[in-house]
């Protein structure tokens, strides 16, 4: 896997760019905190049932929660999505096709200005992507549960947090060889098409500041109240806070 310091916007931008000279057909980005496996989050758990429990946690989801969900989930796929919007554990990871919307979440930890934090890029080709919204009787998209190597999920835009944030998934298998999820990092089919890049300490503020400036802020990625409030702790509080400690 290579990796790539990023030292401002302009330099990850020209880097991406540079990148986007390959062929490949798709470019995918996802912003850490820290350095960590890219695996989702029921990855995490290690249970000897998982999958098993991962599906009873999906019906009991549909089950229990049949007065807040959507009308429109009524399949699989959709309900595997808007469980990883309301944060239940699956086999999703949350990606973006915009590398500022990575970034912006490798550093929105507004209280961890003086450590490292990362932004992935993963580059892929049409026949790892399993588009929602091409479904016909001659292309059904199967079961989640049912596929054996990483996919990429290009989600329906029909909600504003997706559109907002150019959403896209990683949908990853359970090996049942390696008896878990395989990072992508580790994994021999994608791991050469992943690329690191480092954020080094102490250049966050200036690079949440040049991102609000492009319109990449807690309160145009999550337009809810949610949202604004995260947007107006950082614009009151931690935006001005090197000022006040030097007073």
């Known amino acids: 896997m290579k ?3 990023i030292k401002s916007i302009d330099q990850f931008i020209r880097d991406i760019v540079d990148l986007k000279k390959e062929h490949f057909d798709f470019f995918i980005f996802r912003g850490q905190r820290i ?3 890219l695996v989702p989050s029921i990855a995490r758990y290690h249970q000897q049932n998982i999958i098993s429990i991962e599906k009873q946690m999906l019906l009991d989801l549909k089950r229990r929660g049949k007065l807040l969900l959507p009308n ?3 399949e699989e796929w959709e309900l595997l999505i808007m469980a990883q919007h309301y944060g239940l554990k699956t086999r999703l990871l949350d990606w973006s096709s915009n590398p500022l919307v ?3 979440f490798a550093i929105r930890d507004i209280d961890d200005w003086e450590t490292p934090s990362f932004v992935y890029l993963f580059r892929g080709y049409n026949e790892q992507v399993i588009d929602k919204d091409d479904v016909s009787a001659n292309n059904p998209l199967g079961s989640p549960f049912d596929i054996r190597e990483l996919k990429v999920l290009r989600p329906s835009l029909n909600n504003e947090r997706i559109i907002a944030q150019s959403g896209w998934f990683t949908v990853h298998p359970y090996s049942e060889e390696k008896c878990g999820f395989v990072p992508m990092q580790l994994d021999e089919d994608v791991k050469m098409n992943v690329t690191e890049f480092t954020i080094v300490p102490g250049l966050k503020r200036e ?12 309160q145009t990625l999550f337009p ?7 947007y107006l702790n950082w614009e009151h509080l931690y935006q001005k806070k090197e000022l006040v400690e030097n007073c």
């Open 3 to 5: 990796s790539v310091e």
């Open 35 to 37: 350095k960590a496996p």
């Open 72 to 74: 429109t989930v009524s």
């Open 102 to 104: 990575a970034l912006y």
């Open 207 to 218: 690079l949440m500041d040049h991102l609000n400036m492009l319109g990449f802020n807690a």
């Open 224 to 230: 809810e109240l949610a949202g604004l409030c995260h």
